[in-house]
C-alpha cells in the first residue's frame, strides 16, 4: 500500500473534526532531518481507555464504518513512526480535547515521503463542518527556509467561501505560493 505522511495527517485531522472539535491546530515543521506534526483539538477527548483501544487496529467506534471491523487513523501513525525511527505521543482528556504529537525521521529510508503539503491543507481546510483551523507551518531546510501560520476564518473571508471548485482553486493557489519561498 502506498500512502504518504500528508494522507496519515488527514487521516488524524478528521478524527479531530470527527470529534467535534470548535478548533484544530496542526502545526508541520520540517527540517532535512525530520518532520514534526502536532494536532490539537478541543474536541470531546477520549477516556484513557478508548485511547488504548483506539492504539489497536482491530479497534474502531463501531459507528462510522458498521461493517467494518477496523480504525486507521492511530494504528497507521504508530506503526508508521515505530517502523521508521521516529515517534508519537497522543495526549487526550475526555471532554477537553486531544493533542497528537509525532516525528517522523526523514533519513529513514522506510518512512514515508512527505507529500503534497498545499494539497493536505486544502483537503483538511475544506472538510464538512468548518470548525476553525489553525494552519503553522515552518519549514528549515538546505534549500529553503520559510514559514506561515493563518486561520481558516480569515481565508474565508479573503476567498468569500470554500465551497465552489473557483474557491478551492484560488485556495490551492494561495497555499502554493506560501510553500514556494524558496530561500535561494
Ligand atoms: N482527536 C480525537 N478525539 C476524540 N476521539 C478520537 C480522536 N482520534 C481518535 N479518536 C477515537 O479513536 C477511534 C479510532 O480512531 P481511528 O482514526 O484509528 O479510527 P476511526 O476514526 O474509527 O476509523 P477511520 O480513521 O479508519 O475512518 C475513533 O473511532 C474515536 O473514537
Ligand atoms: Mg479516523
Not at 517502523?83 to 480535547?97: A, H, L, N, R, Y
Not at 498545499?118 to 528549515?140: A, D, H, S, V, Y
Request: with cysteine; aromatic share 8%.
Amino acid at each position: 500500500m502506498h500512502y504518504t505522511l500528508c494522507d496519515l495527517i488527514a487521516d488524524l485531522t478528521q478524527n479531530s473534526a470527527e470529534a467535534q472539535a470548535k478548533k484544530i491546530t496542526v502545526e508541520l515543521l520540517e527540517t532535512d532531518k525530520d518532520l514534526t506534526v502536532y494536532i490539537r483539538d478541543d474536541g470531546k477527548g477520549m477516556s484513557p481507555e478508548v485511547l488504548q483501544k483506539a492504539s489497536n487496529p482491530f479497534y474502531t467506534d463501531g459507528i462510522k464504518h458498521p461493517k467494518r471491523k477496523i480504525g486507521l487513523g492511530i494504528p497507521f501513525l504508530i506503526q508508521t513512526a515505530s517502523d521508521t525511527g521516529g515517534s508519537w505521543d497522543i495526549q487526550s482528556k475526555e471532554g477537553e480535547g486531544t493533542t497528537v504529537t509525532a516525528r517522523f525521521d526523514l533519513t529513514n529510508i522506510d518512512t514515508p515521503p512527505i507529500g503534497d503539503v498545499p494539497l493536505l491543507f486544502r483537503q483538511i481546510l475544506t472538510f464538512p463542518g468548518g470548525c476553525e483551523m489553525q494552519i503553522i507551518r515552518k519549514k528549515n531546510t538546505k534549500t529553503s527556509e520559510f514559514e506561515y501560520d493563518f486561520l481558516r476564518s480569515d481565508l474565508l473571508d479573503a476567498l468569500g467561501g470554500l465551497e465552489t471548485a473557483g474557491d478551492q482553486a484560488l485556495l490551492l493557489d494561495f497555499l502554493q505560493s506560501q510553500e514556494d519561498q524558496s530561500g535561494d
